[in-house]
């Protein structure tokens, strides 16, 4: 008895879950015709709505300024001070340049002073240099901090009144054994051609009597300024001004290449063939 009415039970609840199954799906279609139908309804009411027209309407605005414009007079003043302003900065920038001008100068002079220059100074000269450049670097940050353009310009001027004295002692002996040797050369290659000449060398047999005359006294001439100005420069003390100069040495060496090379270089005249006999032109021509 009590499976038999577990049995009844059972299909009972089977036919109560059949029946709500059947109503979902009654509600689920129902649903979804309402929707399609109001689908429908809407596409149909925006078909009978008449289509609209646009249509553009440009209308033009006015700007005006509220900004009142600068007037000639302002704009003059203005163009004034701009030009003021400029050649203020220039003032300043010219003035601060020639500042640092001095300023380097103390420093490299002083430094070149214990270096490659120590040689050509006397020890007293050295000191009271270094003094002057050390009172120079004091003032350029005392009084002289703020000075025109034209200060600056005169200290640094007196400064390289005895500093470019001593780079003339260098530069001087630093170029003077060169430029010697180059005249010697010049000397040497003359007094060579003379002696090719005295030996009758024909490659200066064309050379006239007036020609070798004025190589021979050229080359005694020069060889005693070159004598000189080495006796000169073995003499030569590093720290005292230079008793020759290279542009002296130089202005010697071209007097001298200009009397002589032009000699020296002299080309041979052109030797004309003798002229060939009628007779010998006759017999070429039957020849032929």
């Known amino acids: ?42 596409i149909s009411e925006e078909k009978k709505k008449p289509k609209m027209k646009t249509k553009t309407v440009q209308n033009p605005l006015e700007v005006t300024s509220s900004k009142k414009g600068f007037s000639a007079k302002e704009l003059q003043e203005a163009w ?44 007293s000269d050295k000191d009271v240099y270094l003094s002057e450049l050390s009172k120079t670097e004091n003032w350029l940050y005392d009084e002289g901090e703020n000075c025109q353009k034209q200060v600056y310009i005169d200290k640094l001027v007196e400064l390289k009144k005895v500093g470019d004295r001593i780079m003339l002692r260098y530069n001087e002996n630093e170029g003077r054994q060169g430029v010697l040797n180059i005249l010697g050369s010049s000397l040497v290659h003359t007094r060579k051609v003379l002696d090719l000449i005295k030996n009758k060398d024909e490659k200066y047999d064309h050379l006239s009597e007036e020609d070798i005359k004025t190589l021979a006294e050229k080359d005694q001439e020069f060889q005693t300024v070159f004598n000189d100005f080495c006796n000169k420069a073995a003499s030569q003390k590093l720290h005292e001004d230079p008793l020759i100069t290279v542009a002296q040495i130089n202005l010697k060496r071209k007097e001298f290449e200009d009397k ?29």
């Open 260 to 288: 002589c090379y032009p000699i020296l270089n002299k080309p041979k005249p052109k030797v004309e063939p003798p002229p060939v006999p009628a007779e010998e032109l006759k017999r070429r021509k039957r020849a032929r």
């Open 80 to 123: 004034e001070r701009e030009n003021a302003m400029i050649s203020t900065d220039k003032l300043i920038k010219d003035r601060l340049m020639a500042k640092n001008a001095v300023e380097e100068y103390v420093y490299d002079m002083r430094d070149k002073l214990y270096t490659k220059l120590e040689k050509f100074v006397s020890e």
């Open 1 to 42: 008895e009590t499976s038999e009415v577990v049995k009844e039970e059972s299909n009972s609840n089977e036919n109560e879950a059949d029946l709500n199954a059947e109503k979902v799906e009654k509600t689920d279609s129902e649903e979804k015709m309402k929707v399609e139908n109001g689908a429908d309804e809407i």
